[in-house]
């Protein structure tokens, strides 16, 4: 079992055919949950850059108890397209991305001895 993160930044390629708005919808209704579905990660938490000048505005990050899920089918068949995001309907065309997957190394805990509320495993 390798424990880590799923971390994607995200954001509209062309703003003229996919709004930020439109896009927040699609990732909040639709992507959103076609991830956490995939069975890999057991939730996720959003961010949106406090830098307007930011190329990716958008960070979500995704916590899998087991990297190693990743290959498994039904993480590689999140939907890849949707009717909301215009152009190509795809959105590996449709957005710049980073995705990245990070292994748990260490984990730190207050001086209480008390897990932090961010990471859960």
């Not at 990732?27 to 000048?53: I, N, Q």
């Not at 068949?77 to 995705?99: A, F, M, Q, V």
Request: aromatic share 10%; net charge negative; proline share 6%.
């Amino acid at each position: 079992m390798a424990p880590g993160i799923l971390w994607a930044g995200t954001a509209p390629k062309n703003s003229s055919t996919l709004s930020d708005s439109t896009f927040n919808k699609w990732y909040d209704t639709v992507h959103l949950g076609d991830v956490l579905d995939s069975g890999v990660p057991d939730f996720a938490l959003r961010y949106k850059s406090t830098k307007k000048e930011d190329e990716i505005q958008y960070t979500a990050i995704y916590h899998c108890p087991d990297l190693n899920d990743m290959s498994k089918p039904e993480f590689a068949n999140i939907p890849k397209t949707s009717d909301l995001l215009g152009g190509s309907n795809d959105w590996r065309e449709e957005l710049k991305l980073d995705i990245r997957a990070y292994e748990l190394i260490q984990q730190f805990e207050g001086p209480s001895g008390k897990k932090s509320s961010f990471i859960i495993l």
